[in-house]
Each structure stands twice: as C-alpha cells, then as structure tokens.
C-alpha cells in the first residue's frame, strides 16, 4: 500500500523546517476508504504530535483497529491537546468503554488501549486544572 508506506515515510523522514506541510496530506488520509490507510494516517498525526482533533474524530471511526489506533495516539498527544479537545476524547472514549462492541476486534480487546488512553486525559485535565487554579 503505497498511501500507508507514504504514512509511515512522512514521520520518519520528518520535515523540521515545516511539520504543517505533512498533517494536511495525513489528515485527509484519516478519510480513506481503506482502513490500514486511516490506521497509519491516525498513527502517523500522533507520531508527530498533531492533529488532535482528527485523532479525537478517529475515535468515532467504524473499524475497531483505527479506533484502536486513535485511541494510542491520543495517549502521547493527551498532554498538548487543549481542553475542548480533552473533552472530546472523553466523550468518545466513554462511548467505547460503554458498548463492549466497540472495543472487541476477532480475538483481541482493545479495552487496555481505551483504558491507557482515559488515563492520560484525566492526567492532562488534572494538569491543567491545577495551572489555571495556580494562575489565580
């Protein structure tokens, strides 16, 4: 898979002078109608540390492994992301947690991801809360 190869090369080959110039092409690749595409576009953002609100959306996706994905991802970017963004991971992870279907994939559970990756937005929430109350 070409566009998948293209995912993983735009990460490790980074781009120091100018990193926005491969989130426009990863996120619409976050769209694609191949999943292993939407995986490594999700996987790709989060490796850079970008695209919050695409990884947030990626949450919501049908395929339980780019959820999965997403779901990774959100755990590295947790503590840059801002407090909308928080609240939405929140939201679509309570939603996974929430209906068993949503976390199985054949044999395996991505339960443990899920509860990884709530971990760290209530630790990033934790955190901001306590520099907003120190701000005052």
Known sequence: ???????????????????????EPLTALTRDANAWVRRYAVWALGSMGAGHGTI????????????????????????KADAK????????????????SRLEHGKFSSAPIVKD???AVDQAEKKAAAKSKEAR
Do not use: C, H, Y
């Open 1 to 23: 898979q070409v566009r998948v190869a293209a995912s993983v090369a735009l990460v490790r080959i980074g781009d120091k002078e100018s990193p926005a110039r491969a989130i």
């Open 56 to 79: 947030v959306a990626a949450l919501n996706d049908a395929e339980p492994l780019v959820r999965e994905f997403a779901a990774e991802a959100l755990k590295g970017i947790a503590g």
């Open 85 to 100: 963004t928080l609240a939405d991971a929140r939201a679509a992870l309570l939603a996974i947690s929430n209906d068993a």
């Open 117 to 119: 990756a709530m971990t």
